[in-house]
C-alpha cells in the first residue's frame, strides 16, 4: 500500500503531461485509500464518504477533460482530511484532539483526560480543535473557488503558500499564548512543542 503514496506524485504528473485526466482520478483514489484504509476496512460511513468526494472529484476531471484541475485538488483533500481528522474528536462521546495532544504532553493518560486535566484547560483545548476545523474548511472552500475561478492561473499555487505560512505562524502565535496562559514544564522552547505535536500517535484517531 505505501506504494500508492509514492506513485501519487507521478501519476499526477503523468495526467496533466499527457492529459490523461482518467490517470489522475486512480490517483486520488489510490491515495484516499492509503490513508483511509484502516477505517475503510471497519466500515466507517465518514470513510466511505470522503472516498466518494474523491471518486466525485477525480470523475469531474475525467468529464471536463481538465487535468490541470488535478493538482488544484491536492490541497483541498489535504485541508479537507485535516478538517475531518480535527472535526470527528469533536464530536459527543470524543476528546477533542488539541486536548489528547496537550493531555499527551503532559503525561495524562487518554482515559484519564476529563479527570485530571484543569477544566479551563479543557475548554481552552476544545475551543482550538474548533478553530483548526473551520480554518481548514475555509481554505478548502477557498481552494475549491479558485479553482473554479482560475484554474489556469498562478493564484491558487501563491494563495496556498500563502495559506501554509498562516498556519505555521498560527501554530507559533498559539504555542506563545499557551505556554504562558497554560504552561507545560516539559517544553523550554517551541522545538519542544512541535516535538510533542509530531510524535502524537495520530493513527489512535482512526480507532474512534
Known amino acids: 500500500m505505501p506504494v500508492l503514496l509514492l506513485a501519487y506524485p507521478l501519476l499526477i504528473f503523468a495526467a496533466?503531461?499527457?492529459?490523461?485526466?482518467?490517470?489522475?482520478?486512480?490517483?486520488?483514489?489510490?491515495?484516499?485509500?492509503?490513508?483511509?484504509?484502516?477505517?475503510?476496512?471497519?466500515?466507517?460511513p465518514w470513510a466511505w464518504l470522503m472516498m466518494a468526494v474523491l471518486a466525485a472529484a477525480g470523475g469531474w476531471s475525467v468529464l471536463t477533460g481538465d487535468?490541470?484541475?488535478?493538482?488544484?485538488?491536492?490541497?483541498?483533500?489535504?485541508?479537507?482530511l485535516l478538517a475531518v481528522f480535527f472535526g470527528r474528536t469533536l464530536l459527543g462521546g470524543s476528546v477533542p484532539l488539541v486536548t489528547r495532544i496537550?493531555?499527551?504532553?503532559?503525561?495524562?493518560?487518554?482515559?484519564?483526560?476529563?479527570?485530571?486535566?484543569?477544566?479551563?484547560?479543557l475548554r481552552y483545548?476544545?475551543?482550538?480543535?474548533?478553530?483548526?476545523?473551520?480554518?481548514?474548511?475555509?481554505?478548502?472552500?477557498?481552494?475549491?473557488f479558485l479553482m473554479w475561478l482560475a484554474p489556469p492561473l498562478p493564484w491558487p499555487y501563491i494563495i496556498n503558500a500563502v495559506n501554509f505560512s498562516i498556519v505555521f505562524s498560527l501554530l507559533v502565535g498559539e504555542y506563545l499564548y499557551h505556554s504562558r496562559r497554560y504552561p507545560?514544564?516539559?517544553?523550554?522552547n517551541f522545538l519542544d512543542f512541535a516535538r510533542d505535536v509530531a510524535q502524537f500517535d495520530y493513527h489512535s484517531l482512526l480507532d474512534d
Open 184 to 188: 507545560n514544564p516539559k517544553h523550554n
Open 102 to 121: 496537550a493531555a499527551a504532553a503532559r503525561d495524562i493518560p487518554h482515559e484519564r483526560i476529563l479527570q485530571d486535566m484543569q477544566p479551563a484547560l
Open 16 to 44: 496533466v503531461r499527457w492529459q490523461l485526466p482518467w490517470l489522475g482520478m486512480l490517483a486520488l483514489l489510490g491515495f484516499g485509500a492509503q490513508v483511509l484504509w484502516p477505517v475503510l476496512r471497519q466500515g466507517k
Open 125 to 144: 483545548t476544545r475551543r482550538v480543535t474548533q478553530f483548526w476545523m473551520c480554518l481548514f474548511l475555509i481554505f478548502a472552500a477557498e481552494d475549491l
Open 67 to 80: 487535468g490541470r484541475a488535478l493538482l488544484q485538488l491536492v490541497p483541498v483533500m489535504i485541508f479537507l
